[in-house]
């Protein structure tokens, strides 16, 4: 056991969520048990527990260590009367603890993920300040580390994330098979938008004007999540591999609950979307941007304003607004992206 986490340390720590898997089928192949319950006696496994334990690197230790010796640092800077001296002594503490105030705050602002990857539901802000507080998303072990605590401090196992996704919904639920492969869609390697975008059920009808009523109000409607088989040049998939994201992303959808959450809180934001598409359709648009040349530059700007969204990008986990997945998703739908 000792060896074989020596020999593989590099990839555990820093390794991707497919370097993850490769350890665990070189470990499945070599007889290893890599899960919590393994048959090893208490010594070796309060070890792992201790190199691997997220908990104890997330509790800002290395801030509450040089708490104390920073303020007797600072007391000395402050009775320096030279103030040139001061001054550049000053800024030298700044810089050194800087260097060592490296924490789960620190390791998020690097990350700059802006809102929750598995629901783009809510913002996941990082704030810290010791005098004025702070805040920080939690952090989800994709692969849970009551499972397999030995990936409990790998940086691509751990995914920023909302309290409802992480502590509410997921859990320690298994996002991994007996077999040791993924059964779920990891942030970070699949993403989710892009294989399993919203769409609204219109009955095989592609015409959006019949969820008008004669009133001009939305009639009811049902939000779904589709496997998404159309794939962009140079990134076809085999029959097996699209078979194997679908699965991967109906997992997401049960583990977070997507499609249940979307229906019942956010139709209204598709509501609001299907009205501003009626109103400034291409008509309409041509001749804003006609008539309002100084305000409008092209009709994407215009588009990009309606929407409140990048009309020309792709989600991207670190730029994204929250429900912008679920905005660009039904506009690609009705044709109006």
């Not at 920023?160 to 859990?171: D, M, R, T, V, Y």
């Not at 609204?200 to 004007?209: E, F």
Request: charged share 30%; aromatic share 10%; net charge positive.
């Amino acid at each position: 056991m000792k060896e074989f986490i020596n020999s593989n340390f590099e990839d555990i720590i820093i390794g991707d969520i497919n370097k993850h898997l490769m350890i665990l089928e070189k470990a499945i192949k070599s007889g290893i048990n890599l899960e919590r319950q393994q048959n090893i006696n208490s010594k070796r496994r309060n070890v792992v527990k201790y190199v691997f334990d997220y908990d104890k690197f997330s509790k800002n230790s290395l801030l509450i260590r040089y708490k104390n010796e920073s303020k007797k640092i600072h007391d000395i800077v402050d009775s320096i009367k030279d103030k040139k001296l001061k001054m550049m002594a000053s800024k030298f503490v700044e810089e050194r603890n800087n260097k060592v105030k490296w924490s789960a705050y620190e390791l998020l602002r690097s990350i700059g993920v802006k809102t929750c990857p598995y629901c783009n539901r809510s913002y996941v802000s990082v704030f810290y300040d010791e005098s004025r507080g702070k805040t920080r998303p939690e952090l989800d072990h994709f692969i849970s580390k009551s499972e397999y605590g030995l990936f409990g401090l790998s940086l691509f196992n751990l995914i920023p994330s909302c309290h409802i996704c992480n502590s509410n919904l997921k859990g320690d639920q298994k996002v991994l098979a007996a077999s040791g492969e993924l059964i779920a869609l990891s942030p970070y390697i699949d993403g989710f938008s892009h294989y399993y975008p919203f769409k609204i059920d219109l009955s095989n009808s592609k015409n959006y004007d019949l969820l008008f009523d004669i009133e001009n109000k939305v009639q009811d409607y049902e939000l779904k999540l589709m496997p998404r088989f159309i794939f962009k040049p140079g990134e076809c998939k085999s029959i097996q591999e699209q078979h194997i994201l679908h699965q991967r992303a109906i997992s997401n959808d049960r583990i977070f609950r997507l499609s249940d959450i979307y229906n019942r809180e956010h139709k209204e934001l598709i509501d609001d979307l299907l009205l501003k598409v009626r109103i400034y359709n291409e008509s309409n648009i041509e001749e804003l941007v006609s008539v309002y040349p100084d305000l409008f530059k092209s009709k994407r700007e215009l588009r990009q304003l309606i929407l409140d969204i990048d009309v020309e990008k792709e989600v991207n986990i670190k730029k994204s607004r929250v429900t912008e997945k679920l905005i660009r998703d039904i506009s690609k739908q009705i044709g109006y992206l």
